[in-house]
């Protein structure tokens, strides 16, 4: 691993002095954009990773101060600071004055067991006193969450090994060292199982991975018990894997558990952003590394992203297509099943990426099922998506999902940091009343919207970046994204209305968000029985936009929206696909079979139903992460 002290010392030093350098100049996020290469020199590779992570320390140290816009000592740049044994004494003391008012919960937990580890060698036996006994005198919530009950017990796994034998009055929990461990490691493995044999509920997340990830790291860098020192380096891979495979030039593609309402458009303005840029260096990674990544960075040395999953993310020699599977957040409520499957296509060529799945309600507020992205040089501030929904809101559905009272739900959440799910006019969220099915890069959305939801209407996202926008007289709307050319049919009547998003800004912290027009619209077409189809292709197909347009005109296409919205389509790759609202799709001739599909199936993952195996290849490279036997092989080639 590159945290091996065999080289550890020398090349932290060179490329301390070169992060801290470029930090003067300029950091990541506002530089220009990165040079996009496959760096085939492992000690090359592994350098400029180091560099990264040595500027985010660095850029978090830096913001150390009395003076705006600098902040004090906080548990992260502490953390940071005890990494570089620096200001050791003033850490102790701000440790100190920190504990006397301790937060309570998974965001509070997994930081300050960070500080603990980091310095258990350094901080004053006054200032792990304090830490221990918040950890005594402070409930701990454990939340509501699969990332959070992840976060949660990673760090009482932790914290309870790193003060075993202890009896259950000195823990919040009123359980003794060992029965922390044995409830937390429990848990830990019992998720495990689910999502390497079942799939994860929060698959995809834009910016939750940093909540899967950085536990993962927690485990593999600070865990006594070697196993689960194994299990946490096996996760990151397994997490890793999925994330380079979903991306195109370090942005994120295709369906999403959980976004929000900014990177449902801006796509590269999440988490996963500085993730990728941080393992793979392909893309430029988000303001301030995303927050989280921070905490990334301070373990880091520990974890090596595989030269597999490398290859994956900046090495495209072919087209990806994957068939993959996830399932659902847990139904609490209303519901015969408790996580239902998922069933996520995943298509990836050069120019664009198309992405989706079936539809049906996975996370209550912030899923994205389907879309269309094209490939930016500079995805900084652009909007390279086109796709539609129905904008659902349900208290009874959002009851399915959270145990908690119904009277505040839904409008309860807008005020939460979910602001537009009570919203007509929102482009975030998932629908029962939406069915999806994509071949290659061909998708069909049709929607039987029950009359009296409170929002009968499908929603279109129309970005500011499509270029020569047409609206046919057949109907087909034309656009081109970047190199890729968009055919996008509405089935039924719409109009237009300028596409707001939600903004907070210093005078609304605390109040209510305020809304800005990003330059997009939005095609909303007030209909119950509804559907959406949309044919992507690169331009280089063609001789012409006229000739891509004429190419789509020419297809074969019927379709109905009564009594159910039907579908019948020859799409441009010559499928022929029928697809009718509450029936399996149709493709030349034969249904798809869901019930089939394993957990991971394609170009580059491949995973059988309930095997807890996956395999990772590119190439002559190979990789398989195997949860049964607790091993990795890692053959030279296949």
Same mark, same amino acid.
């Given at each position: 691993?590159?945290?091996?002290?065999?080289?550890?010392?020398?090349?932290?030093?060179?490329?301390?002095?070169?992060?801290?350098?470029?930090?003067?100049?300029?950091?990541?996020?506002?530089?220009?954009?990165?040079?996009?290469? $496959?760096?085939? +020199? =492992?000690?090359?590779?592994?350098?400029?990773?180091?560099?990264?992570?040595?500027?985010? *320390?660095?850029?978090?140290?830096?913001?150390?101060?009395?003076?705006?816009?600098?902040?004090? *000592?906080?548990?992260?740049?502490?953390?940071?600071?005890?990494?570089? +044994?620096?200001?050791?004494?003033?850490?102790?003391?701000?440790?100190?004055?920190?504990?006397?008012?301790?937060?309570?919960?998974?965001?509070?937990?997994?930081? #300050?067991?960070?500080?603990?580890?980091?310095?258990?060698?350094?901080?004053?036996?006054?200032?792990?006193?304090?830490?221990?006994?918040?950890?005594?005198? #402070?409930?701990?919530?454990?939340?509501?969450?699969?990332?959070?009950?992840?976060?949660?017990?990673?760090?009482?796994?932790?914290?309870?090994?790193?003060?075993?034998?202890?009896?259950?009055?000195?823990?919040?929990?009123?359980?003794?060292?060992?029965?922390?461990?044995?409830?937390?490691?429990?848990?830990?493995?019992?998720?495990?199982?689910?999502?390497?044999?079942?799939?994860?509920?929060?698959? &995809?997340?834009?910016?939750?991975?940093?909540?899967?990830?950085?536990?993962?790291?927690?485990?593999?860098?600070?865990?006594?018990?070697?196993?689960?020192?194994?299990?946490? =380096?096996?996760?990151?891979? /397994?997490?890793?894997?999925?994330?380079?495979?979903?991306?195109?030039?370090?942005?994120?593609?295709?369906?999403?558990?959980?976004?929000?309402?900014?990177?449902?458009?801006?796509?590269?303005?999440?988490?996963?952003?500085?993730?990728? /840029?941080?393992?793979?260096?392909? &893309?430029?990674?988000?303001?301030?590394?995303?927050?989280?990544?921070?905490?990334?960075? *301070?373990?880091?040395?520990?974890?090596?992203?595989?030269?597999?999953?490398?290859?994956?993310?900046?090495?495209?020699?072919?087209? *990806?297509?994957? !068939?993959?599977?996830?399932?659902?957040?847990?139904?609490?409520?209303?519901?015969?099943?408790?996580?239902?499957?998922?069933?996520?296509?995943?298509?990836?060529?050069?120019?664009?990426? $198309?992405?989706?799945?079936?539809?049906?309600?996975?996370?209550?507020?912030?899923? !994205?099922?389907?879309?269309?992205? /094209?490939?930016?040089?500079?995805?900084?501030?652009?909007?390279?998506? %086109?796709? @539609?929904?129905?904008? !659902?809101?349900?208290?009874?559905?959002?009851?399915?999902?959270?145990?908690?009272?119904?009277?505040?739900?839904?409008?309860?959440?807008?005020?939460?940091?979910?602001?537009?799910?009570?919203?007509?006019?929102?482009?975030?969220?998932?629908?029962?009343?939406?069915?999806?099915?994509?071949?290659?890069? #061909?998708? %069909?959305?049709?929607?039987?919207?029950?009359?009296?939801?409170?929002?009968?209407?499908?929603?279109?996202?129309?970005?500011?970046?499509?270029?020569? $926008?047409?609206?046919?007289?057949?109907?087909?709307?034309?656009?081109?994204?970047?190199?890729?050319?968009?055919?996008?049919?509405?089935?039924?009547?719409?109009?237009?209305?300028?596409?707001?998003?939600?903004?907070? #800004?210093?005078?609304?912290?605390?109040?209510?968000? $305020?809304?800005?027009?990003?330059?997009?619209?939005?095609?909303? @077409?007030?209909?119950?029985? &509804?559907?959406?189809?949309?044919?992507?292709?690169?331009?280089?197909?063609?001789?012409?936009?006229?000739?891509?347009?004429?190419?789509?005109?020419?297809?074969?296409?019927?379709?109905?929206?009564?009594?159910?919205?039907?579908?019948?389509?020859?799409?441009?790759?010559?499928?022929?696909?029928?697809?009718?609202?509450?029936?399996?799709?149709?493709?030349?001739?034969?249904?798809?079979?869901?019930?089939?599909?394993?957990?991971?199936?394609?170009?580059?993952?491949?995973?059988?139903?309930?095997?807890?195996?996956?395999?990772?290849?590119?190439?002559?490279?190979?990789?398989?992460? +195997?949860?049964?036997?607790?091993?990795?092989?890692?053959?030279?080639?296949?």
């Amino acid at each position: 691993m590159l945290g091996m002290k065999t080289r550890g010392l020398a090349l932290g030093v060179i490329c301390g002095v070169l992060a801290s350098a470029a930090l003067r100049a300029q950091i990541s996020y506002e530089a220009p954009m990165p040079v996009r290469r $496959v760096i085939s +020199d =492992h000690t090359e590779r592994q350098a400029a990773y180091q560099q990264r992570i040595n500027e985010v *320390i660095d850029w978090r140290i830096d913001r150390i101060g009395t003076d705006e816009p600098k902040i004090g *000592i906080d548990i992260a740049s502490a953390s940071c600071l005890l990494l570089r +044994d620096q200001r050791v004494s003033d850490v102790n003391r701000k440790i100190i004055a920190l504990m006397k008012d301790p937060g309570t919960g998974p965001f509070w937990m997994f930081p #300050t067991v960070i500080a603990s580890y980091v310095g258990r060698d350094k901080l004053s036996p006054e200032a792990r006193g304090a830490i221990r006994d918040a950890w005594r005198t #402070t409930r701990q919530v454990r939340g509501d969450t699969e990332n959070h009950w992840v976060m949660y017990h990673t760090s009482l796994y932790l914290m309870s090994e790193l003060y075993p034998h202890e009896p259950g009055n000195t823990w919040y929990t009123g359980h003794s060292s060992e029965e922390n461990l044995q409830e937390a490691r429990g848990w830990l493995l019992d998720w495990m199982n689910i999502t390497t044999g079942s799939g994860q509920g929060e698959y &995809n997340p834009t910016h939750y991975i940093g909540e899967y990830a950085i536990p993962m790291l927690m485990l593999a860098s600070y865990a006594q018990d070697p196993e689960m020192r194994q299990r946490g =380096h096996m996760m990151l891979d /397994w997490i890793f894997a999925e994330l380079a495979n979903v991306t195109l030039e370090g942005v994120m593609r295709g369906p999403n558990s959980r976004t929000d309402d900014s990177s449902v458009t801006e796509r590269w303005n999440a988490l996963a952003s500085t993730f990728t /840029w941080m393992l793979f260096g392909n &893309n430029p990674p988000t303001l301030n590394y995303g927050g989280f990544g921070v905490y990334f960075a *301070i373990m880091a040395d520990n974890y090596e992203v595989p030269e597999v999953i490398y290859r994956i993310a900046t090495d495209r020699r072919e087209d *990806i297509l994957q !068939h993959d599977r996830a399932r659902t957040r847990r139904y609490w409520r209303y519901s015969d099943e408790l996580m239902p499957p998922i069933y996520k296509t995943q298509y990836l060529r050069r120019d664009y990426a $198309v992405g989706s799945t079936q539809g049906r309600i996975s996370d209550p507020i912030q899923s !994205h099922v389907w879309d269309v992205t /094209w490939r930016e040089e500079d995805p900084r501030g652009k909007h390279p998506t %086109i796709f @539609s929904l129905h904008p !659902h809101s349900s208290g009874k559905v959002m009851q399915m999902f959270f145990a908690t009272y119904p009277e505040p739900m839904p409008r309860g959440v807008a005020v939460e940091g979910k602001p537009s799910y009570d919203s007509a006019d929102k482009i975030l969220g998932c629908s029962p009343y939406e069915q999806v099915f994509q071949n290659l890069d #061909t998708v %069909i959305a049709l929607y039987d919207i029950d009359p009296a939801e409170r929002f009968p209407q499908v929603n279109g996202f129309f970005s500011k970046d499509l270029n020569q $926008v047409t609206e046919h007289e057949s109907g087909w709307i034309f656009a081109r994204g970047g190199n890729a050319y968009l055919a996008y049919l509405p089935l039924a009547d719409y109009r237009w209305i300028p596409h707001l998003n939600y903004q907070r #800004t210093a005078s609304t912290v605390g109040r209510a968000y $305020v809304r800005e027009h990003t330059g997009g619209r939005v095609l909303v @077409s007030p209909h119950v029985k &509804n559907g959406t189809i949309v044919q992507a292709a690169s331009a280089d197909e063609f001789a012409s936009f006229e000739a891509f347009q004429a190419a789509i005109l020419a297809l074969p296409l019927t379709y109905q929206l009564e009594p159910v919205p039907t579908v019948q389509l020859t799409t441009l790759r010559g499928k022929q696909v029928s697809f009718t609202y509450g029936s399996m799709p149709m493709v030349d001739g034969t249904p798809v079979d869901y019930s089939s599909w394993p957990l991971f199936g394609g170009t580059h993952l491949n995973s059988e139903l309930g095997s807890h195996r996956l395999t990772i290849t590119h190439g002559q490279l190979k990789r398989v992460l +195997d949860f049964t036997t607790l091993t990795i092989t890692n053959p030279d080639s296949l």
